[in-house]
């Protein structure tokens, strides 16, 4: 299964302020092509807060062109891919109220969030954001940078599939119980973690 992973950075707490979107292309169970594109959101109001996450400012995505060139830049190559996110509720919300901003038809896809894949592979870890991550699998990562933080993301994925002991990321599902989210364009369905690992029982001391 060919896939790819994607990142939102957005411009302040709107989901249509997208104002950087990272794409990193994953074919043969290697990451082969990541992009990074900024975009000029339609309200250009950055809040200090985001600005503070990311480093982006208004004068930053000035001259950028807004979501919908950049999004038929690529658009076609996605459909039917399975597309990976770190934390996906967050950024494939952000595709979707874009899209629908500019009146832009949903692709067909199936999503699985990185972070419900991470619990099932490291169930071990105190935390599983992306950096957490990055930094215990040793993945060089530029946080908030979108195109970093996608690739990041695809290499977190891949990393999970031989942690997991599976050949291909389409064995996922099967594997750990976790249910794909669905986009199309007559609606969508959440990626669902499944059954959380058992946890062990704790022994009582003898009195």
């Known amino acids: 299964m060919q896939a790819v992973a994607i990142d939102f950075e957005t411009a302040n707490e709107s989901r249509t302020?997208?104002?950087?979107?990272?794409?990193?292309?994953?074919?043969?169970?290697?990451?082969?092509?990541?992009?990074?594109?900024?975009?000029?959101?339609?309200?250009?109001?950055?809040?200090p807060f985001n600005t503070a996450v990311h480093g982006l400012r208004a004068e930053d995505v000035a001259g950028a062109p807004e979501f919908p060139e950049v999004w038929h830049r690529f658009a076609r190559r996605l459909e039917g891919r399975l597309v990976l996110a770190h934390n996906a509720s967050f950024d494939i919300s952000v595709l979707r109220h874009t899209l629908?901003?500019?009146?832009?038809?949903?692709?067909?896809?199936?999503?699985?969030?990185?972070?419900?894949?991470?619990?099932?592979?490291?169930?071990?870890?105190?935390?599983?954001?992306?950096?957490?991550?990055?930094?215990?699998?040793?993945?060089?990562?530029?946080?908030?940078?979108?195109?970093?933080?996608?690739?990041?993301?695809?290499?977190?994925?891949?990393?999970?599939?031989?942690?997991?002991?599976?050949?291909?990321?389409?064995?996922?599902a099967a594997a750990t119980g976790i249910t794909f989210g669905q986009l199309a364009p007559g609606g969508y369905s959440p990626c669902k973690g499944g059954n959380p690992p058992p946890r062990r029982r704790r022994l009582m001391p003898v009195i």
């Open 17 to 47: 302020s997208a104002c950087s979107i990272g794409v990193a292309w994953i074919e043969d169970g290697r990451v082969v092509e990541t992009e990074e594109h900024l975009i000029r959101p339609r309200e250009m109001r950055f809040n």
């Open 100 to 172: 629908d901003d500019y009146g832009l038809v949903w692709p067909a896809c199936s999503y699985l969030c990185t972070v419900v894949l991470a619990r099932k592979a490291w169930p071990q870890l105190a935390a599983h954001k992306l950096n957490y991550l990055a930094d215990h699998l040793g993945i060089a990562l530029d946080h908030h940078r979108a195109g970093s933080d996608a690739e990041a993301c695809g290499r977190i994925a891949l990393a999970a599939t031989r942690v997991l002991g599976l050949e291909r990321l389409a064995d996922i």
